[in-house]
């Protein structure tokens, strides 16, 4: 009867269980709200059917209890219920590669008999919760990988003893690794790669990992110096250090790895030379170094390693020749990428040898010689990169015959052989013949000549073409309009003549082109408002001449557009306001005419804007002040009359401003960018005044007058009679009175004749022959006082006019006398209409009127 009791109360508890576990999925179930596979879970996963039958559950031969659940790779989107820790027989869990997302629960800790843990490539976030490590002690296998998993390690995985594999690869955990994971004896593999940790590795981590087979941490921001002890490491077969702060030298040590295959350096601070014993490493097949400061020759015994596959150490300075046996003792290898260095010697020959090799990047060296012949042997190659070295090419005729041997490498993407010491040669029909794959040629610098073959545009993948200083002639052909997928073209710096072929507006994607520096003429074509990826466009010192398209206007998201030292005629649109985006302007030695347009201060962008040498005339306009950013504002060399206006200090980051030699006049602003202007930004405006270190007079009040004649049209006026009749003068530029007295007789007066000569004389007994007849009377009551007033007024005018500017009355001064005439006028009782004396005073202007 106990026995049966017994059976039955186990039988209860299983049962109890089994529930337990039906009822923990079916929370997972409730939380994937979507998917590829929810809706086949969704009939699978049901009440009606025996958990142990449900797709991705195994359980238990003798308890029924579910001891694994692996749903990965099934594109589930949803979050992770804490439910998951009623699991509680769970050896395995998998729900890799699909869309979970949310925190990691804290209930995982509730599954102690867990031994494999993977959540990797989903979304999950949040910090990973440290109480979960302090009960799955059995856990040999750690794996959450591509998620967004923040905060730091827990300090709870170094209790893992039995850990093998810990991955936390490409999450956004930070700070230190705890040292109690460099203890972990069992660990096989330790995965950082992609996150923001730090601190260095410990000294002793090759004797505290003796298992270790992998070792990846690049992408972080690890420093010091790498442990020699890693050479205890027997088993390592993967060590993977690039892209941290690590210093020091390569140790020897790493030579007593004889398992390594993957040896990864690059992208740090070491130094030194490349240890000798890295030979030792036979089979090794990948050793990166580069982006580092590495120094000395590379090891002749690294050439022997027979299974290597890749050699990258650009970007050192490392010295020395290439092996001349190299294509025969390294017949593996797919990647030789050693540019940006400084080797020389010449490229061995059996380097056509290599038959799969995909990349040789030479660039940036000292090589001499000849580029190695047979270079069609290598039908793999993909990546070709001579670039700026002392190469020269053998050729039996005038055409460039390292093309034509190219035309084998039918997977060339690549290919650059420009700034070497070529001698003049043409560009073979065949380049059209080049791998319908090419996206990069770099010819500059070549010393190529002849003209640009029509075949070229049978190269329809090209996204970059560079063939700038050379010596190209002749047209530019239409079919370059085939180059569809063109993003950059640079032709500048030749001898290309002709017109720009319409052909070019069909290049929807041509995000730069330079023709500048060439003998191009006509017209820029009308449609060039097609090419809506243009941000750079470059056509300096051509003979294009005519009006800029109006389509220019609508590339909105157009960043420069230069076309100095052109015939391009016409007025500069107020449409140049839509360019939103642009930072740079270069309209300068042209033949613009017409004004500036207001809508420049449109351009809140625009850091550098030159209209030089041109024939723009009007004002500059006040708008200038909206454009906020610019850093460099040339106007010289025009006929552009007015003032400065004062707003341009705003401009606070403007470092660069001329506007010499046009007809500028007024005072030159002091406070803003102008503080640290200098007399060459005015030169040659012969009416600016201002202070002494812009190499201009001081503002006298006829030059404060001016500098505001563009707006409210400042005149000093005084009617005189002439007999019977009266005229007009009117004080003309410069600050002194040169316009004849022309009478409503018709009388002119004699040219050397001057306003201010004339009142000048008639002091002090002819003052009444020189004033309104209708302003003072002879019989008027206290004549002689009134005319002392007058007197002192026209004394006072005669002061503002003197020839030389620095005898002139400093405005302030005129203020004070003006007022006080004033005052004696107005105690002598003289009425309104008499003598009208109006002043208008602020720091800037005077206004005098007499008798009006």
Same mark, same amino acid.
């Given at each position: 009867?106990?026995?049966?009791?017994?059976?039955?109360?186990?039988?209860?508890?299983?049962?109890?269980?089994?529930?337990?576990?039906?009822?923990?999925?079916?929370?997972?179930?409730?939380?994937?709200?979507?998917?590829?596979?929810?809706?086949?879970?969704?009939?699978?996963?049901?009440?009606?059917?025996?958990?142990?039958?449900?797709?991705?559950?195994?359980?238990?031969?003798?308890?029924?209890?579910?001891?694994?659940?692996?749903?990965?790779?099934?594109?589930?989107?949803?979050?992770?219920?804490?439910?998951?820790?009623?699991?509680?027989?769970?050896?395995?869990?998998?729900?890799?590669?699909?869309?979970?997302?949310?925190?990691?629960?804290?209930?995982?800790?509730?599954?102690?008999?867990?031994? %494999?843990?993977?959540?990797? $490539?989903?979304?999950?976030?949040?910090?990973?919760?440290?109480?979960?490590?302090?009960?799955?002690?059995?856990?040999?296998?750690?794996?959450?990988?591509?998620?967004?998993?923040?905060?730091? =390690?827990?300090?709870?995985?170094?209790?893992?003893?039995?850990?093998?594999?810990?991955?936390?690869?490409?999450?956004?955990?930070?700070?230190?690794?705890?040292?109690?994971?460099?203890?972990?004896?069992?660990?096989?593999?330790?995965?950082?790669?992609?996150?923001?940790?730090?601190?260095?590795?410990?000294?002793?981590?090759?004797?505290?990992?003796?298992?270790?087979?992998?070792?990846? =941490?690049?992408?972080?921001?690890?420093?010091?110096? *790498?442990?020699?002890?890693?050479?205890?490491?027997?088993?390592?077969?993967?060590?993977?250090?690039?892209?941290?702060?690590?210093?020091?030298?390569?140790?020897?040590?790493?030579?007593? /790895?004889?398992?390594?295959?993957?040896?990864?350096?690059?992208?740090?601070?070491?130094?030194?030379?490349?240890?000798?014993?890295?030979?030792?490493?036979?089979?090794?097949?990948?050793?990166?170094? %580069?982006?580092?400061?590495?120094?000395?020759? *590379?090891?002749?015994?690294?050439?022997?390693?027979?299974? /290597?596959?890749?050699?990258?150490?650009?970007?050192?300075?490392?010295?020395?020749?290439?092996?001349?046996?190299?294509?025969?003792?390294?017949?593996?290898?797919?990647?030789?990428?050693?540019?940006?260095?400084?080797?020389?010697?010449?490229?061995?020959?059996?380097?056509?040898?290599?038959?799969?090799?995909?990349?040789?990047?030479?660039?940036?060296?000292?090589?001499?010689?000849?580029?190695?012949?047979?270079?069609?042997?290598?039908?793999?190659?993909?990546?070709?990169?001579?670039?700026?070295?002392?190469?020269?090419?053998?050729?039996?005729?005038?055409?460039?015959?390292?093309?034509?041997?190219?035309?084998?490498?039918?997977?060339?993407?690549?290919?650059?052989?420009?700034?070497?010491?070529?001698?003049?040669?043409?560009?073979?029909?065949?380049?059209?013949?080049?791998?319908? $794959?090419?996206?990069?040629?770099?010819?500059?610098?070549?010393?190529?000549?002849?003209?640009?073959?029509?075949?070229?545009?049978?190269?329809?993948?090209?996204?970059?073409?560079?063939?700038?200083?050379?010596?190209?002639?002749?047209?530019?052909?239409?079919?370059?309009?085939?180059?569809?997928?063109?993003?950059?073209?640079?032709?500048?710096?030749?001898?290309?003549?002709?017109? #720009?072929?319409?052909?070019?507006?069909?290049?929807?994607?041509?995000?730069?082109?330079?023709?500048?520096?060439?003998?191009?003429?006509?017209?820029?074509?009308?449609?060039?408002?097609?090419?809506?990826?243009?941000?750079?466009?470059?056509?300096?010192?051509?003979?294009?001449?005519?009006?800029?398209?109006?389509?220019?206007?609508?590339?909105?998201?157009?960043?420069?557009?230069?076309?100095?030292?052109?015939?391009?005629?016409?007025?500069?649109?107020?449409? =140049?306001?839509?360019?939103?985006?642009?930072?740079?302007?270069?309209?300068?030695?042209?033949?613009?005419?017409?004004?500036?347009?207001?809508?420049?201060?449109?351009?809140?962008?625009?850091?550098?804007?030159?209209?030089?040498?041109?024939?723009?005339?009007?004002? #500059?306009?006040?708008?200038?002040?909206?454009?906020?950013?610019?850093?460099?504002?040339?106007?010289?060399?025009?006929?552009?009359?007015?003032?400065?206006?004062?707003?341009?200090?705003?401009?606070?980051?403007?470092?660069?401003?001329?506007? +010499?030699?046009?007809?500028?006049?007024?005072? =030159?602003?002091?406070?803003?960018?102008?503080?640290?202007?200098?007399?060459?930004?005015?030169?040659?405006?012969?009416?600016?005044?201002?202070?002494?270190?812009?190499?201009?007079?001081?503002?006298?009040?006829?030059?404060?007058?001016?500098?505001?004649?563009?707006?409210?049209?400042?005149?000093?006026?005084?009617?005189?009679?002439?007999? +019977?009749?009266?005229?007009?003068?009117?004080?003309?530029?410069?600050?002194?009175?040169?316009?004849?007295?022309?009478?409503?007789?018709?009388?002119?007066?004699?040219?050397?004749?001057?306003?201010?000569?004339?009142?000048?004389?008639?002091?002090?007994?002819?003052?009444?022959?020189?004033?309104?007849?209708?302003?003072?009377?002879?019989?008027?009551?206290?004549?002689?006082?009134?005319?002392?007033?007058?007197?002192? *007024?026209?004394?006072?005018?005669?002061?503002?006019?003197?020839?030389?500017?620095?005898?002139?009355?400093?405005?302030?001064?005129?203020?004070?006398?003006?007022?006080?005439?004033?005052?004696?006028?107005?105690?002598?009782?003289?009425?309104?209409?008499?003598?009208?004396?109006?002043?208008?005073?602020?720091?800037?202007?005077?206004?005098?009127?007499?008798?009006?």
């Amino acid at each position: 009867m106990l026995l049966f009791a017994d059976v039955f109360t186990a039988y209860a508890s299983t049962i109890s269980a089994n529930d337990d576990d039906q009822s923990a999925l079916l929370a997972l179930k409730s939380r994937i709200s979507s998917g590829s596979n929810s809706a086949f879970l969704e009939k699978n996963w049901t009440a009606e059917s025996p958990v142990c039958t449900w797709i991705g559950v195994l359980c238990s031969s003798s308890s029924k209890r579910v001891t694994s659940l692996d749903i990965s790779s099934m594109n589930l989107i949803g979050s992770i219920p804490p439910d998951i820790g009623n699991l509680s027989s769970l050896f395995f869990l998998d729900l890799s590669r699909n869309f979970f997302h949310g925190n990691l629960p804290e209930e995982l800790a509730q599954l102690r008999k867990l031994e %494999y843990l993977d959540l990797s $490539h989903n979304n999950l976030s949040g910090a990973i919760p440290p109480s979960i490590f302090g009960t799955l002690l059995n856990l040999r296998f750690l794996i959450l990988d591509y998620n967004e998993l923040t905060g730091s =390690i827990p300090e709870g995985i170094g209790d893992l003893r039995f850990l093998r594999e810990l991955d936390l690869e490409y999450n956004q955990l930070n700070g230190p690794v705890p040292a109690g994971v460099f203890n972990l004896s069992w660990l096989e593999q330790m995965a950082f790669t992609g996150n923001n940790l730090s601190g260095n590795l410990p000294p002793d981590i090759g004797f505290k990992l003796p298992m270790l087979k992998g070792l990846y =941490i690049s992408q972080n921001q690890f420093g010091g110096s *790498i442990p020699a002890s890693l050479g205890q490491c027997s088993q390592l077969e993967f060590l993977s250090l690039s892209y941290n702060a690590f210093t020091g030298v390569i140790p020897r040590e790493i030579g007593n /790895l004889s398992s390594l295959e993957t040896l990864m350096l690059a992208d740090n601070k070491l130094t030194g030379s490349i240890p000798a014993e890295i030979g030792n490493l036979q089979r090794l097949e990948v050793f990166s170094a %580069y982006k580092n400061s590495l120094s000395g020759s *590379i090891p002749e015994s690294i050439f022997n390693i027979t299974t /290597l596959k890749f050699l990258l150490c650009a970007l050192n300075d490392l010295s020395g020749n290439l092996p001349p046996n190299l294509g025969q003792v390294i017949p593996n290898l797919q990647n030789l990428n050693v540019g940006y260095n400084n080797l020389s010697g010449t490229i061995p020959p059996t380097i056509s040898n290599v038959s799969r090799l995909t990349v040789l990047s030479l660039a940036s060296n000292s090589f001499t010689g000849f580029i190695p012949e047979m270079l069609e042997n290598l039908r793999s190659l993909e990546i070709l990169g001579l670039q700026d070295n002392n190469l020269k090419i053998k050729s039996m005729s005038s055409e460039l015959s390292l093309i034509t041997p190219l035309t084998y490498c039918r997977n060339l993407t690549y290919l650059s052989f420009g700034l070497n010491l070529f001698s003049p040669l043409v560009l073979p029909a065949s380049i059209g013949n080049l791998s319908t $794959h090419l996206k990069h040629f770099d010819a500059r610098g070549s010393e190529i000549s002849g003209v640009l073959p029509a075949e070229i545009g049978n190269l329809t993948s090209i996204s970059w073409l560079n063939l700038c200083n050379n010596d190209l002639t002749g047209p530019i052909p239409k079919t370059v309009g085939s180059l569809r997928s063109i993003q950059e073209l640079s032709l500048q710096h030749n001898q290309l003549e002709g017109s #720009i072929p319409d052909t070019i507006c069909n290049l929807l994607n041509l995000g730069l082109i330079d023709l500048s520096f060439n003998r191009i003429s006509g017209i820029l074509p009308s449609c060039i408002g097609n090419n809506t990826s243009l941000r750079y466009l470059h056509l300096d010192s051509n003979y294009v001449s005519s009006r800029l398209p109006p389509s220019l206007w609508t590339l909105n998201d157009l960043l420069m557009v230069t076309a100095s030292s052109n015939s391009l005629s016409g007025s500069i649109p107020p449409e =140049i306001g839509s360019l939103q985006a642009i930072i740079n302007i270069d309209f300068s030695q042209n033949k613009f005419l017409g004004n500036i347009p207001v809508t420049v201060g449109k351009l809140q962008n625009l850091l550098q804007l030159s209209f030089a040498e041109n024939q723009l005339d009007g004002s #500059i306009p006040d708008s200038f002040d909206q454009a906020i950013s610019l850093e460099m504002l040339d106007l010289s060399n025009n006929k552009l009359t007015g003032v400065i206006p004062k707003s341009l200090e705003a401009l606070v980051y403007l470092k660069m401003f001329n506007i +010499s030699f046009n007809r500028l006049s007024g005072k =030159i602003p002091c406070e803003g960018p102008f503080k640290n202007f200098t007399a060459s930004s005015f030169i040659s405006n012969a009416a600016l005044c201002g202070d002494p270190r812009f190499g201009v007079p001081p503002c006298t009040i006829t030059q404060a007058n001016k500098r505001l004649r563009s707006s409210i049209t400042p005149i000093l006026w005084v009617i005189i009679p002439l007999g +019977s009749s009266s005229s007009i003068y009117q004080g003309a530029r410069d600050g002194n009175v040169h316009t004849k007295a022309i009478g409503t007789m018709g009388y002119i007066a004699p040219g050397d004749i001057t306003l201010r000569g004339w009142i000048k004389d008639s002091f002090p007994d002819g003052i009444l022959q020189v004033i309104d007849s209708n302003l003072l009377e002879p019989e008027e009551a206290n004549l002689e006082a009134k005319m002392k007033c007058v007197s002192s *007024i026209m004394e006072l005018a005669l002061q503002c006019t003197a020839p030389l500017p620095g005898s002139r009355m400093n405005i302030h001064d005129v203020l004070s006398a003006l007022k006080r005439l004033r005052s004696q006028l107005i105690l002598l009782d003289v009425t309104e209409g008499q003598v009208d004396l109006k002043v208008k005073s602020n720091k800037n202007f005077s206004e005098l009127k007499f008798g009006l």
